[in-house]
């Protein structure tokens, strides 16, 4: 009986391991910290590790012969000499690499990339990743040795991999997963504000959650709370403008409204006509992400180019961060999306097309991904919207995927032309979307970033460059950027978590005024100039963060 014996040399997936270290030190998409390096670094060293090890298995698996001790030794010489060199030069380069993507940023130089400590990282990441590793051998050694007494060799070492797999999915899913699924929800709901923790409520009528209102002022959470409160009054509208101005209506449900998503749709429609929603000249559905934000950025800009003259309402749909919504919630976005644009846009419809608003739906980042998925084909074409702003759409879009097998093949990946332009385009914050002429009946406007890997990330990157990487390098992207397999992929997913860390303008950080001409494009403003956008920008001026807030 032949058992394989995992234990054999260790240079070559420790060689390869090196060299994907070394690759991770490459520029991507976000400027990485030494720790946030570090832990990246690690990483994908025990990644090359492993892949090294099971090539080694295969070796062996194969029954391929082994290379006898002096031509080994001579090889591993051979083949070290050439990865060190590597890593010694990644090593020196990384943090002119790192300032490269900062100065396109920017953001100000670092003098260091702060080596010894972000390698100490590394190692302390990949001795981690290592002894787990380790244990998972012992398990599964532990396994096929009990079943050899029942079968052959051959079937135990793989009914043995088959029920370690399957241990490690089970503690993962049902022990450590579920636990931080928990303590997120708990984390996440107090930090909403909900009930008993919530302030008074505004004794006023006229806003959602005040005097006389049919949303739950306790349960609309503290993302909905700032958004319903603290937008530009009339007053601040009519001096910017010069004109008289109306209050903007703005309507938001809380997760905690109610149990279901139509439910909660039909809270916040019914609030939105108590309002005089849709009295007004625009109404906007938004989309808000994961947390329950709405961007300030977005919503303010489009309430002063109105004259106030609009009503947007939201419903939320999570309490987590729009990654880890993405990943663990994905459904709830996407059932609140269907409920809240199907109800509205089916009141909508039965108004008097001569007297209705404008209808328009927008949303950002998660937000963006449902609202696209809740404005279905079929409604579209029966009674169609007058258009949409969707900004920083994650990459599993189905609906932004489909835009994109209409691209012009001239024109750039991360910043398409589409068709004659009539019914959609894309704006950046290097070029916006051309303005309100040329338009169809209904104008689709996508803001994205070169830069925002939340929009970029291709999950194949695993084995193949992602198509905007195989074009030239965007004004803030790193012409030093280059695809390495695997490691390209966790690069990015790095970037992922790192996306809202950029500078406003870059990354996930969407920056107020790059909003304006978007909206310009999309809603048409009567008596709109291109020195009221230059003016409204300037106004905006402070990003993502700060809005425009008076």
């Not at 139509?262 to 609030?271: G, H, I, K, P, V």
């Amino acid at each position: 009986m032949r058992i394989y014996n995992l234990s054999g040399p260790k240079i070559l997936p420790l060689l390869l391991g090196l060299l994907f270290f070394a690759a991770s030190l490459t520029p991507s998409l976000i400027p990485r910290e030494w720790l946030a390096q570090g832990a990246l670094g690690g990483l994908v060293l025990a990644l090359g590790y492993l892949i090294g090890r099971f090539i080694m298995f295969l070796w062996w698996v194969m029954e391929l012969p082994a290379v006898p001790g002096r031509a080994a030794r001579i090889i591993y010489v051979f083949l070290a000499v050439p990865v060190l060199t590597v890593l010694v030069f990644c090593l020196g380069q990384a943090n002119d690499w790192q300032n490269g993507i900062r100065s396109r940023m920017g953001m100000d130089l670092v003098d260091s990339s702060h080596t010894v400590q972000m390698v100490l990282v590394a190692l302390g990441v990949f001795g981690v990743l290592f002894l787990a590793g380790a244990l998972v051998r012992i398990g599964f050694d532990y396994l096929r040795r009990r079943l050899y007494t029942f079968m052959p060799a051959r079937t135990a070492d793989i009914a043995g991999f088959l029920l370690t797999v399957l241990i490690i999915l089970i503690a993962t899913r049902d022990g450590v997963l579920d636990k931080v699924i928990a303590n997120l929800d708990e984390s996440v709901t107090i930090a909403q504000d909900l009930f008993d923790t919530a302030p008074p409520a505004p004794a006023i009528d006229g806003i959602a959650g005040g005097h006389g209102s049919l949303i739950d002022w306790d349960a609309m959470g503290q993302p909905g709370r700032d958004y319903v409160t603290k937008g530009p009054s009339a007053a601040a509208i009519a001096d910017f403008t010069g004109r008289d101005a109306l209050q903007p209506i703005r309507v938001y449900a809380g997760l905690a409204q109610a149990d279901t998503p139509q439910q909660r749709a039909d809270a916040a429609l019914a609030e939105l006509r108590r309002l005089g929603g849709f009295d007004r000249k625009v109404l906007i559905v938004a989309m808000p992400t994961g947390t329950g934000w709405l961007d300030p950025g977005a919503v303010d800009t489009v309430e002063y180019m109105h004259g106030g003259d609009i009503a947007t309402i939201a419903v939320q749909y999570s309490y987590l961060q729009s990654p880890l919504a993405l990943i663990l919630e994905s459904r709830s976005g996407l059932d609140q999306a269907i409920a809240l644009i199907s109800t509205v846009h089916g009141y909508w419809k039965t108004l008097p097309k001569s007297s209705r608003p404008k209808l328009y739906i927008h949303g950002l980042s998660l937000g963006a991904w449902s609202s696209m998925h809740g404005t279905g084909l079929f409604p579209l074409l029966d009674d169609p919207i007058n258009g949409a702003l969707w900004v920083g759409p994650p990459f599993p879009s189905e609906r932004w995927k489909s835009v994109y097998t209409e691209k012009d093949p001239a024109s750039a990946y991360v910043r398409p032309t589409i068709g004659d332009g009539r019914i959609v385009r894309f704006a950046s914050h290097t070029k916006d979307a051309g303005g309100p002429a040329g338009w169809g009946d209904v104008r689709l406007v996508y803001l994205q970033y070169s830069s925002d890997p939340i929009v970029f990330y291709e999950p194949a990157s695993f084995f193949r460059a992602p198509e905007w990487m195989r074009e030239p390098a965007a004004i803030d992207v790193s012409p030093h950027m280059k695809f390495v397999p695997v490691v390209t992929q966790f690069q990015l997913a790095v970037d992922m978590a790192l996306a809202n860390t950029a500078p406003a303008g870059y990354g996930h950080a969407y920056y107020g005024p790059d909003y304006v001409r978007p909206w310009v494009a999309v809603t048409d403003p009567d008596n709109w100039t291109e020195a009221d956008s230059a003016r409204l920008a300037a106004h905006c001026d402070g990003g993502f963060l700060k809005g425009c807030r008076n």
